[in-house]
Structure formats: C-alpha cells, structure tokens
C-alpha cells in the first residue's frame, strides 16, 4: 500500500509539472509555438508536408583562365549587380594582342589593290576582244588565252585579299573573347557571401575567388499525396506561410516541378515552388506550410474528399 501510494504522489507531482493555470484558473498544456498544419485555406487546395526553403541563386565564381589577380575589392556584403565586374587578371599581353588584332583587320590595302588590278585585266581582255570582233586575227589567239588567264588569276586574287582580310576579323573576334576570359563578372543580382582571392595572389582555372548570393526569390520543396499529383501542374498558384519574428507570415508564388518520381521512403511526390522574396523575408532552413490551388479545370476533375 506505501509503495502505491508513493507511485500515485509521484504521478500527480508529473502531471502538475506540465500543466499551467491561466488567469481564470483553466488547465492549459504548455506548447512550443508552432506553424499552423495547412496554410490560408482555398476549396480543392492541396497541402505539401515536409517543406523547406532553399536559395535559387547562388554562385561560386572563378576565372577561366590561371593569372595573378589585379582586381579584387569587393568585401563581404557588398552588394553585385548582373554583369559588373568582381574580379580581374593581370592582362597587358591580352590586351597588346587586341591591338595588333584590331590594326591587322583595319587594314584593306591590300584588297583594294588586287580589285584594282583585276579590273585592269578584264579592260584588257575586252580591248583585245573587240579588236578582233573589228577585225579578225589583229590579236592573236595565245595572247588572248594569256589576258583571259589573267583576268581569272586577278580575280582569284582579289578573292585571296577579301579572305584574309575576313581571317583577320575572326582573329580580332577572338581576341576580345580571350581578353573577356580575364575578367570575372556577376551572374545575376545579389550579395557577396564570401572571398577567396584578393589582389596579388595567383588562381588556377577554376579556382573560387567571390561567392554571391541573391535572396529576390527561393525554392520551396515539399511533398504531396500521390492521387493529388494528378491534379497539379507547373504554374500552378501556391500559398506559402512561415514563421518568423514570431509571426505568421504569408507569401504567393507558382509551382515549378511536380516530380514523375513516387519517393519510395516517403511513398508521395516531390513538389518545387519559386516564390519571390524581394523583401528577404524568406531564409533559407526556416520551416515552411506550402498548399498548392491546383488550375479550374483540374479542381474541377478532382473529387471531392469524403
């Protein structure tokens, strides 16, 4: 009898310990905060379970070519826009050879001159011809068989000139593409997450040297039953709710993938969603309640829950 009463006194001493009285003496359990189990509610909406946020945009940038690093100021947080520079290579030889390239195919002496004499050779050829059309045997027929010859070698030369002037433009194109290589530019928008390289140090091709990030949109990814895949496709409209600063935050955005794959662990289908995230609200790990509205048509096709 001792031993049960001390059982029951160690029980009730258990239950006393997890419950809270409010102000109007109620019985209330004390909980964690936590996020609601379906987002903003719609008739024929599909929830997604297990969903997470993860950045979209996210770079480690290298240089196409080893060198010795001439420019590199940006620091962390700094911000990047699409196509300025984060990083340069020492490049004075390219730089030469951009020059040579560009004097090479300005140059159309050459051509010019062969056109010229090509024309000559086909004045030629006529005045000899139309000699002996006035009167026949005045040139004689060797002689004509030569000015044609040559009419056909200044024209084969002149095309020679207009081919190697156009080499030398490709030549110019492809140094600009190799003195492009010297220079790291930003891919899209965002913020500098880290550095590798500064000013000096030598890299490797491939080698990081800036790490960007932009948070203007992230990836949801969640799971949804495998009868309600039938009735989501890309581009469908998603409602998103988070948890933060201890509030219940809600965003909208379109789906993007709906997997062909069932997750053999999990027996349900993948689902992605882009939504954007000017305000960088969205943090990439927070927990997140996803529900997807699936097209009219396929609400419509859907049946109805029992």
Not at 92 to 103: C, D, L, P, R
Not at 150 to 174: I, M, V
Not at 221 to 239: R, S, T
Request: proline share 6%; hydrophobic share 40%.
């Amino acid at each position: 009898m001792k031993r049960l009463a001390w059982l029951a006194a160690g029980v009730a001493v258990t239950v006393l310990s997890v419950i809270i009285l409010n102000g109007s003496g109620d019985r209330v359990l004390a909980q964690p905060p936590r996020i609601p189990q379906t987002a903003v509610s719609q008739p024929g909406s599909i929830p997604a379970s297990d969903c997470s946020i993860t950045l979209i945009d996210e770079a480690v940038l290298a240089s196409e070519r080893p060198g010795i690093i001439d420019w590199c100021e940006l620091e962390e947080g700094d911000p990047v826009f699409t196509g300025t520079r984060v990083a340069s290579l020492k490049d004075g030889i390219a730089v030469a050879a951009k020059a040579s390239a560009e004097h090479k195919a300005s140059n159309d002496i050459n051509e010019r001159y062969q056109q010229y004499a090509w024309k000559l050779a086909q004045k030629e050829l006529e005045i000899a011809e139309e000699a002996n059309r006035n009167l026949l045997g005045t040139v004689p027929r060797l002689e004509i068989e030569k000015l044609i010859l040559a009419a056909q070698r200044g024209q084969l030369a002149y095309e020679q000139a207009q081919f190697e002037r156009e080499a030398n433009r490709k030549l110019l194109t492809e140094s600009d593409e190799q003195l492009k290589t010297y220079t790291v530019l930003a891919p899209f928008d965002g913020i500098v997450s880290n550095v590798h390289r500064h000013r000096g140090e030598a890299v490797t091709q491939g080698a990081p040297i800036v790490e960007i990030i932009s948070t203007a949109r992230v990836k949801v990814e969640g799971y949804v039953e495998i009868p309600d895949a039938d009735f989501i496709q890309k581009d469908d409209l998603v409602l998103l709710e988070v948890l933060t600063g201890g509030l219940k935050k809600s965003f909208k955005g379109k789906l993007q993938l709906v997997s062909p794959k069932v997750e053999p662990l999990l027996k349900k289908v993948r689902v992605t969603a882009y939504i954007p995230n000017e305000d960088g609200i969205l943090k990439e790990g927070l927990n997140a309640i996803m529900t997807i509205i699936p097209s009219s048509n396929a609400t419509a096709a859907r049946p109805a829950p029992r």
